[in-house]
């Protein structure tokens, strides 16, 4: 690379450089000499972006979030729009309480990703209702809300016109926290433009940008992808590579309905627990991804039955012996509530129940009034 010229991974903003495999941003030599010598394809990748787009395996290099966060500060520092992207599967796991700390006065247009994943039995307005309510409890106030799904390409054209209406020449950053689907809108608008696909990096591995991706818009000023926030003590950080799809669904969920009396648990695999200590009987409606197996058993066996079953029926995780003791937490509802497993979804159980939830070791389980009630 010649000492003037820096270039920088059109998948995932790393600076390239060609000395180190094990850090961001490594091209083989002889690749970006070919590109040099040929710039006539002008979309350069390194390798971890090679592999991620063409074999969905990532190369782990190290995440830098004091950086990442530098990064957001900046925003502060000049007029910008920021479009706040929040998965709707994933609420908790997508809010960055300091957020309007890191960007100063600049407005936020909220967006609510991955609306294909919520079941059809949901009113999409209300839903909407809902997230500025969260949004207010957690003292930000975005100055409008839009839902989208970036990945089935819906409403993108909604969100365009906001953009356009609200961004007066100034740059569009687009934030949030990991695995929220900020390249994914940033491919789905950037398509909607120009026609061109899949030109940023997207995974479900958490950190998949590294850095800011600057992209020029038609009159002025700048598009900007983020790397996103990293929220600690996340359900990922316990399972394998295959494993994370169970956190990132591809599908409509279906809503899992189970009939229940009181002393009767439900696992989620070997992930989570539910057990309805006391109270009527009623409808627990479970809402995860598709694939993750559900298993109702009595409360009197539930432990025995997980120590038995972890890692083979009770699956994920594959590996019992490394896997976090399950910790409870005691729960009595009043209304109808959602007990939230973060990144696994939430259970949807009804008023006066007394229960207890449990998550590995480390993790917290919310509880909010249902979202359907
Ligand atoms: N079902 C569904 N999945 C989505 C949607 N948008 C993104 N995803 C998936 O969510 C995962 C993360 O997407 P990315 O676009 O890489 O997320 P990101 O916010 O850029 O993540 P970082 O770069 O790590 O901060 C991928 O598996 C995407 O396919 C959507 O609208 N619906
Ligand atoms: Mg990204």
């Known amino acids: 690379m010649s000492e003037t010229e820096t270039l920088f991974c059109i998948g995932c903003g790393a600076k390239l450089q060609s000395v180190n495999p094990q850090e961001a941003g490594y091209i083989p030599a002889n690749t970006l000499k070919k590109y040099q010598e040929d710039s006539s394809e002008p979309e350069l990748y390194c390798q971890r972006c090679f592999r991620l787009r063409h074999y969905n395996e990532v190369t782990q290099v190290p995440l830098d979030d004091v950086h990442f966060k530098h990064l957001l500060s ?8 920021v479009v706040y992207v929040v998965d709707l599967f994933n609420f908790s796991g997508s809010l960055i309480k300091q957020l309007q700390h890191y960007i100063g006065k600049n407005p936020i247009l909220l967006v609510g990703n991955k609306a294909d994943l919520i079941p059809s039995s949901f009113k999409l307005n209300k839903l909407k209702n809902w997230l500025q309510h969260q949004l207010k409890t957690a003292g930000l106030h975005p100055i409008a809300t839009e839902l989208v799904s970036a990945k089935k390409l819906t409403n993108i054209d909604d969100l ?3 953009i356009t209406q609200l961004r007066h020449q100034r740059n569009v950053y687009v934030v949030g926290t990991t695995n929220v689907g900020k390249s994914t809108l940033i491919n789905a608008i950037i398509r909607a433009h120009n026609g061109w696909q899949d030109l940023i990096t997207t995974s479900n591995f958490p950190g998949t940008t590294l850095n800011e991706i600057r992209l020029p818009l038609t009159d002025g000023g700048e598009l900007v992808d983020t790397p996103g926030i990293i929220h600690k003590n996340q359900i990922s950080q316990f399972l394998t590579a295959k494993e994370l799809k169970y956190l990132t669904p591809q599908k409509e969920i279906h809503p899992r309905i189970f009939q229940l009396q009181e002393q009767q648990t439900l696992f989620l695999a070997g992930l989570g627990r539910l057990d309805f200590v006391k109270g009527k009987p ?5 809402y995860v991804d598709n694939q ?6 009595k409360l009197e066996q539930a432990a025995d039955f997980y120590q038995r079953h972890l890692g083979e029926l009770l699956q994920p995780p594959a590996e019992a012996d490394t896997f976090p003791p399950l910790r409870a937490q005691n729960i009595n509802t009043t209304v109808k509530s959602d007990i939230v497993f973060s990144g696994l979804g939430w259970i949807a159980v009804p008023e006066n129940v007394q229960l207890q939830a449990y998550l590995p ?3 917290q389980v919310e509880v909010r009034p249902s979202l359907i009630n």
């Open 361 to 363: 070791q480390g993790l």
């Open 74 to 81: 900046q925003i502060g520092h000049e007029q910008a729009l």
């Open 292 to 297: 993750l197996y559900v298993h109702r058993t």
């Open 282 to 286: 009623g409808s627990f409606v479970v």
């Open 160 to 162: 365009l016109t906001k």
